[in-house]
């Protein structure tokens, strides 16, 4: 070990053991931030802050909170709301969390779809970020079983059973995965574990990775420029501010970022003390249970897109089942968005109303995930079933067709050169 000097101040002290002042330097003020982007990047920074959000009051709500099959319900219902002082506080905070947390991944990923953040060179960004979006998915999965209500377990019913639909193995792997042969006990016990351990903890690895796969082609902007970071900080370092495509880290882009988590905050705090009842369902008011089935049984808004195009197909098609093409357009659908850096094969990096054809394709796409949501939570009869068949057959058909049309864009925009 190199002899230390004495130090003159707290900071020097620090840095002489931490190396504080280059850390601050390669995180914060020298981590060099697009000039040309707008509010939708600060949806990254609202997402971190629900995290945090969702931890702290999840952390409130593990003090009281009973995960046991007879005991789960009243220790919600009673304990939390009732006897605790801000019990009520830190589930709304909680709840209301968990579902704001899903429409700020949807904009933030479907601005990444938009501005094509995920090209080449971005695909790490946009990998790590579907992960996320899969754990978080479990994460609400898993924490929706917890207050052990109707719709908690027949939703935990539900989406154990689709696993049975896998070849071979699926009605073993529903056993294993509830630890029973119905939703009981061992499934809450483990769902639990899922949910306060071993989830969290893959989110956080997850988020890590995502930052740090940022850091290399560093973020989109608004038109796709690309230019050189480096040459961009020389000159706001230099001073020349105005010329200079790039701002830092801090504390130029994150005050813009505190600005939008302020506007969001007060939306947000104000769904959770005056409109929360739209997180938490009637029917999870009644307590579990398995012999009495809700007349209709649906998941929350934010998986009801893909439950729709699972649900969709309900007639046969060549010798196969409405079940298991509802199956195989399931998988697709969950599996297809991982894909997306490949699957645009025009390498023009540009926001999609610049794009001819794909602007097209990219409303579309949004309009069709909003009528799958939207039939998603009404009855799957007459009509409904068709209107549902329809939006999942286009979903689908949008995805194959994708390749094809960014491929005809990309030659258009070679022919214009
Ligand atoms: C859920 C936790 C997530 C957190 C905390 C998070 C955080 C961030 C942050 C801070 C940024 C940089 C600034 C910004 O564009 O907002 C970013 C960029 C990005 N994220 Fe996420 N993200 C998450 C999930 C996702 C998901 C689900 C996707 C979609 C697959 C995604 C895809 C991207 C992309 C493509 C960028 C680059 C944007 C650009 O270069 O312009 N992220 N993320």
Redesign the pocket.
């Known amino acids: 070990m190199a002899e230390f000097k004495k130090a003159d101040s707290m900071l020097e002290w620090f840095d002489q053991r931490l190396g504080v002042v280059n850390f601050a330097k390669v995180m914060m003020t020298e981590y060099w931030i697009p000039k040309n982007?707008n509010f939708l990047?600060?949806?990254?920074?609202l997402?971190?802050v629900l995290?945090t959000f969702l931890v702290v009051s999840g952390i409130f709500l593990l003090m009281y909170y009973k995960p046991d099959a007879n005991m789960a319900f009243d220790s919600v219902n009673y304990t939390i709301m009732q006897e605790v002082a801000y019990g009520w506080l830190f589930r709304h905070i909680h709840a209301v969390g968990a579902s704001v947390?899903f429409l700020i991944?949807y904009i933030?990923?479907f601005?990444?779809i938009y501005?094509g953040?995920?090209k080449k060179g971005?695909e790490m960004?946009?990998i790590s970020?579907?992960i996320?979006?899969m754990l978080?998915s479990a994460e609400g999965f898993s924490g929706y079983m917890l207050p052990w209500g109707q719709m908690s377990y027949w939703a935990a019913y539900v989406i154990t059973e689709i696993f049975g639909g896998i070849p071979v193995i699926g009605d073993e792997l529903v056993v294993w995965i509830r630890g029973n042969f119905y939703v009981a006990d061992s499934t809450l016990t483990r769902f639990f574990m899922l949910h306060v351990l071993l989830i969290p903890l893959a989110i956080i690895g997850?988020?890590v990775f995502?930052?740090y796969a940022?850091r290399f082609p560093?973020?989109?902007?608004e038109q796709g420029e690309f230019f050189d970071f480096d040459e961009e900080a020389e000159k706001y370092k230099a001073g020349d501010k105005k010329h200079s495509k790039v701002i830092p880290f801090w504390p130029v882009f994150l005050s813009k970022d505190v600005f939008v988590l302020g506007v969001f905050l007060i939306f947000f705090f104000y769904l959770v003390f005056f409109h929360y009842s739209f997180a938490m369902d009637p029917i999870n008011f009644d307590k579990a249970d398995g012999l009495k089935t809700p007349a209709h049984i649906y998941p929350e808004w934010y998986f009801l897109w893909s439950y729709e195009v699972l649900r969709g197909w309900f007639f046969e098609i060549a010798g196969i089942s409405g079940k298991d093409l509802g199956l195989m357009a399931f998988g697709f659908a969950n599996a297809i968005?991982l894909v997306m850096p490949w699957l645009d094969r025009s390498p023009v990096v540009k926001p999609a109303n610049q794009r001819p054809y794909f602007k097209y394709w990219f409303w579309l796409m949004i309009a069709d995930l909003m009528v799958l949501t939207e039939f998603g939570k009404l009855p799957p009869t007459g009509p409904n079933a068709w209107v549902g068949f329809g939006a999942s057959l286009t979903f689908l058909v949008l995805f194959i067709a994708l390749p094809f049309i960014t491929k005809a864009e990309a030659g258009k925009v070679k022919g214009k050169k």
Do not use: D, K, P, Q
């Open positions: 982007i990047w600060a949806m990254g920074v997402l971190t995290f947390v991944i933030h990923m601005t990444g501005y953040s995920y971005r960004i946009w970020g579907m996320l979006f978080f997850g988020i995502h930052f940022l560093h973020v989109n902007n968005f």
